[in-house]
């Protein structure tokens, strides 16, 4: 398994379009676009981790222990941040008399937190 170590994101790809030919023939009785669309997805995938498998010469890990340590107390932080916002805007609301929220506006505050997060973490990582 050690050899593969480099290819875990192409094979973990591989799965995912395994898992939309299943998905696709057993519930839209083999839609061609969506099997084509998938095996587009893994080209680009696999190309990226060619060239990065071909580029990288040395043995050096990627992220080493202060940097993982750094992006794990960097998540918890976010995540509870937040959750406490979250919290807090679903309080007030009940406070104004709401009784009910749109789906769309926690979508909204769920797409936030990944888009947030995830370019945090960028910055966190390369610190």
């Known amino acids: ?37 998938a095996a587009t997805g893994l080209l680009i995938i696999f190309l ?10 040395d043995n050096t890990p990627e992220i080493d222990e202060r940097t993982r340590n750094n992006m794990r107390i960097y998540y918890a932080v976010v995540g509870n941040v937040f959750m406490g916002v979250l919290f807090l805007a679903l309080t007030a609301l009940s406070y104004a008399g709401e009784s009910a929220v749109s789906l769309s506006y926690l979508w909204v505050f769920v797409i936030a937190y990944m888009l947030i997060s995830g370019i945090g973490a960028l910055v966190v990582s390369k610190r």
């Open 48 to 57: 990226i981790n060619l060239v990065y498998v071909k580029s990288k010469k």
């Open 1 to 37: 398994m050690k050899k593969f170590k480099k290819w875990y994101l192409t094979l973990a790809t591989f799965g995912g379009f395994l898992g939309v030919v299943i998905g696709t023939f057993i519930f839209n009785d083999g839609d061609i676009s969506a099997i084509l669309g």
